[in-house]
């Protein structure tokens, strides 16, 4: 049976750095107490919002348009940019129009960079690789495997390798080259909401919804107290931390609004990304809609 309690809706979080000023300001608001918080990586999240185990979640642009007959996307609120995103990139030893016929290693961790890689080599520069999808890994320094002549790399991995840029690999970041060929944002990552949460429980929806909204509102006015938070973030686990400047540039490039621009965007990669996402993608459509108010709660 769906409860509906005030802000206690099963939110995911995705547990890199892109969704650190989220989470301070969440915590800046007292809402990370009263929320039940569940931090991953995107597809992990994906799942468990399929599966009923998350009410409400940050997943792939990917994994929404193959869903969005199961949910529901929520107002206001997505991951993308407009122009260079900083963390999600194809890597590459040579210039991309020497790919043609070449590997190009695609990260399992991803669903939406890598068909967005895939679009960009294809339609935008006019190559045509051959792709292998493995586990994402740096250990050599360079993000791409042995064999590959590129890769695509995301989230913290790839901010890192953004920061410091290893000698003899280009960086090629994706936000940038769609701006450039189509002139619009691109969104990497939406919220969602599973339909029939949406529908039993609609007051909980717009509630975490606007707990959400407000986090990012709150980081915006703290970037520097965000930025030095997320330093501090980065470095655990054993992980190299990241300077307070480089996570402020990086901030400063990610854009968390879901307007009109992005709506399109989503429209335009849901029509060029099509054929490279493995399954069909859905254009938007106005059954995305949140219920209208007075729904059962």
Same mark, same amino acid.
């Given at each position: 049976?769906?409860?509906?309690?005030?802000?206690?809706?099963?939110?995911?979080?995705?547990?890199?750095?892109?969704?650190?000023?989220?989470?301070?300001?969440?915590?800046?608001?007292?809402?990370?107490?009263?929320?039940?918080?569940?931090?991953?990586?995107?597809?992990?999240?994906?799942?468990?919002?399929?599966?009923?185990?998350?009410?409400?979640?940050?997943?792939?642009?990917?994994?929404?348009?193959?869903?969005?007959?199961?949910?529901?996307?929520?107002?206001?609120?997505?991951?993308?940019?407009?122009?260079?995103?900083?963390?999600?990139?194809?890597?590459?030893?040579?210039?991309?129009?020497?790919?043609?016929?070449?590997?190009?290693?695609?990260?399992?961790?991803?669903?939406?960079?890598?068909?967005?890689?895939?679009?960009?080599?294809?339609?935008?520069?006019?190559?045509? @690789? $051959?792709?292998?999808?493995?586990?994402?890994? &740096?250990?050599? !320094?360079? =993000?791409?495997? /042995?064999?590959?002549?590129? %890769? #695509?790399?995301?989230?913290?991995?790839?901010?890192?390798?953004?920061?410091?840029?290893?000698?003899?690999?280009?960086?090629?970041?994706?936000?940038?080259?769609?701006?450039?060929?189509?002139?619009?944002?691109?969104?990497?990552?939406?919220?969602?909401?599973?339909?029939?949460?949406?529908?039993?429980?609609?007051?909980?929806?717009?509630?975490?919804?606007?707990?959400?909204?407000?986090?990012?509102?709150?980081?915006?006015?703290? @970037? $520097?107290?965000?930025?030095?938070?997320?330093? &501090?973030?980065? !470095?655990? =686990?054993?992980? /190299?931390?990241?300077?307070? %400047? #480089?996570?402020?540039?990086?901030?400063?490039?990610?854009?968390?609004?879901?307007?009109?621009?992005?709506?399109?965007?989503?429209?335009?990669?849901?029509?060029?990304?099509?054929?490279?996402?493995?399954?069909?993608?859905?254009?938007?459509?106005?059954?995305?809609?949140?219920?209208?108010?007075?729904?059962?709660?």
């Amino acid at each position: 049976m769906t409860t509906c309690a005030t802000l206690t809706a099963r939110l995911g979080d995705i547990s890199f750095l892109n969704c650190a000023p989220i989470r301070w300001g969440l915590a800046d608001s007292g809402a990370a107490r009263q929320a039940e918080l569940v931090s991953a990586p995107p597809e992990r999240l994906a799942g468990e919002l399929l599966s009923g185990g998350l009410d409400i979640s940050p997943v792939s642009l990917v994994r929404y348009l193959r869903h969005a007959d199961d949910l529901c996307l929520l107002p206001g609120i997505a991951i993308g940019s407009d122009g260079p995103v900083r963390s999600c990139h194809i890597v590459s030893r040579g210039p991309l129009d020497d790919l043609d016929g070449r590997v190009v290693a695609l990260s399992a961790a991803s669903r939406s960079t890598t068909a967005l890689a895939r679009t960009l080599l294809e339609d935008a520069v006019g190559v045509r @690789p $051959v792709y292998r999808s493995v586990p994402q890994d &740096r250990q050599d !320094g360079s =993000g791409i495997p /042995a064999g590959a002549a590129a %890769a #695509v790399l995301i989230g913290d991995d790839a901010l890192r390798l953004y920061a410091d840029p290893p000698r003899g690999v280009t960086v090629h970041d994706t936000g940038a080259l769609w701006r450039e060929w189509t002139g619009l944002p691109m969104v990497f990552a939406v919220w969602a909401v599973r339909r029939r949460f949406a529908e039993a429980c609609p007051d909980a929806v717009r509630e975490a919804g606007a707990a959400l909204t407000d986090a990012v509102a709150r980081a915006r006015s703290h @970037p $520097v107290e965000v930025a030095a938070a997320a330093a &501090r973030e980065s !470095g655990r =686990g054993g992980a /190299a931390p990241l300077g307070p %400047a #480089v996570l402020l540039d990086y901030y400063r490039a990610l854009d968390y609004s879901l307007g009109d621009r992005q709506l399109a965007a989503i429209q335009e990669f849901a029509l060029r990304a099509a054929g490279r996402a493995g399954t069909p993608l859905h254009p938007l459509h106005p059954s995305v809609r949140l219920p209208a108010p007075g729904g059962r709660t």
